[in-house]
């Protein structure tokens, strides 16, 4: 475990220079590697966390492609779950919504009918008179998707419904889920009436549960672990599959660890996803009303989680040039952050440097650069 800490950024940049193979063209591309023109690479920490970013560099703030930003923007969204969980009142219970699904289904038919049956059932007068009987206060539902060789593509959505501590749960899951087995039927898909919305919590457990991506992380880090509700919800892209189930990000470890049936494999299917994802929500609130607003919980959008300012993060290092053009020859980003964010100031420095020295002719041409740009500031 503590050699899975020591290597958590490294892990996740390993994973993004998958995605920027596969899907070439996407800003994932660019993402953490390109500097904003007329700024310098700042390394930022918070040591008691012991977490790292960089700033000043491009980010593509997906959260389908990226494990780099999905790790940033969810983990910001279930602080921000978290915090909406214990200030409204009453209790939230978690529902999950998927339809039967086969191998030969292609994603974007599956999301389809999933997205299409979801607006379908919010919109009906039955579901609505009975989310008005049980006082549900408004909802968060997460979209997530898994794959297994034997049944091929696992769309599913959870939704966290805030409701009333005095009122029955037992009628309103009972029309929500005849709704949705009839929407689905209504689009085109289907599911049985036991399994395509199931009731998955209703206690205090269930904060740990909505935000996480796969197999419960360890406990003592949030980085790889400590799930919970808000967690279940919110870092889908960070979790293990479960069982036979692979996420996207699994896929990207199997394309690059040549895994069973080989990368042009793995390849193939995280550019279908890819495809069939562009555009989609991972958190989308209940407008009237928004849970967030309610208790008056800031709303941002990803872009603004990715160029915000974190209470706790402090200035630790700043890049020269050529020190940047060094790392991203030697693909060394997700090492330096390592050891950034454990606080180990010289093995950072040792690091770097031994990144420069082995791109001489990298760090050469940068420092041309950059002396170019001085002299004509001049």
Not at 42 to 48: A, F
Not at 178 to 185: A, H, V, Y
Not at 321 to 347: N, P, Y
Request: neutral net charge; aromatic residues 8%.
């Amino acid at each position: 475990m503590e050699d899975q800490k020591r290597r958590y950024y490294a892990k996740l940049y390993w994973l993004q220079s998958a995605s920027r193979r596969i899907v070439p063209g996407e800003r994932v591309g660019v993402c953490c590697r390109v500097v904003i023109p007329g700024k310098q690479v700042q390394i930022w920490g918070d040591l008691e966390e012991r977490k790292a970013k960089y700033r000043n560099v491009a980010r593509c703030a997906n959260v389908w492609q990226c494990p780099v930003c999905a790790n940033h923007i969810t983990t910001a969204r279930r602080k921000e779950l978290s915090e909406v969980i214990r200030k409204t009142p009453g209790i939230p219970i978690m529902l999950t919504f998927t339809l039967s699904h086969h191998r030969i289904d292609t994603l974007a038919d599956s999301l389809r009918c999933l997205k299409e049956a979801w607006s379908r059932m919010v919109a009906c007068r039955q579901w609505k008179d009975a989310k008005n009987d049980a006082s549900i206060t408004g909802y968060v539902r997460a979209l997530e998707v898994t794959w297994s060789r034997n049944n091929g593509w696992h769309p599913h959505f959870h939704a966290l419904f805030f409701i009333d501590c005095g009122t029955r749960i037992a009628e309103f899951y009972r029309v929500t889920r005849l709704q949705w087995q009839m929407q689905l039927e209504t689009v085109g898909g289907h599911c049985s009436y036991e399994h395509g919305c199931t009731l998955s919590v209703v206690d205090d457990s269930i904060e740990a549960y909505l935000a996480k991506w796969g197999h419960e992380p360890s406990p003592d880090n949030d980085n790889v672990g400590g799930w919970g509700m808000a967690s279940e919800v919110t870092r889908g892209a960070l979790k293990s599959g479960k069982l036979d189930g692979l996420t996207p990000f699994q896929m990207l470890e199997k394309y690059l660890l040549n895994g069973q049936y080989g990368p042009a494999y793995w390849g193939r299917l995280f550019r279908e996803y890819s495809e069939a994802i562009k555009g989609s929500r991972q958190l989308s609130w209940s407008k009237h009303p928004d849970p967030r607003k309610v208790v008056g919980v800031a709303v941002t959008e990803d872009g603004e989680i990715i160029e915000g300012d974190e209470a706790g993060y402090v200035l630790l290092a700043t890049i020269e040039d050529w020190e940047w053009a060094a790392i991203i020859h030697t693909s060394a980003q997700g090492m330096v952050l390592d050891c950034a964010a454990r606080g180990d100031d010289k093995m950072m420095r040792d690091l770097i440097s031994d990144c420069c020295e082995q791109s001489v002719d990298v760090v050469e041409r940068a420092l041309q650069r950059s002396l170019s740009v001085e002299l004509s500031e001049k």
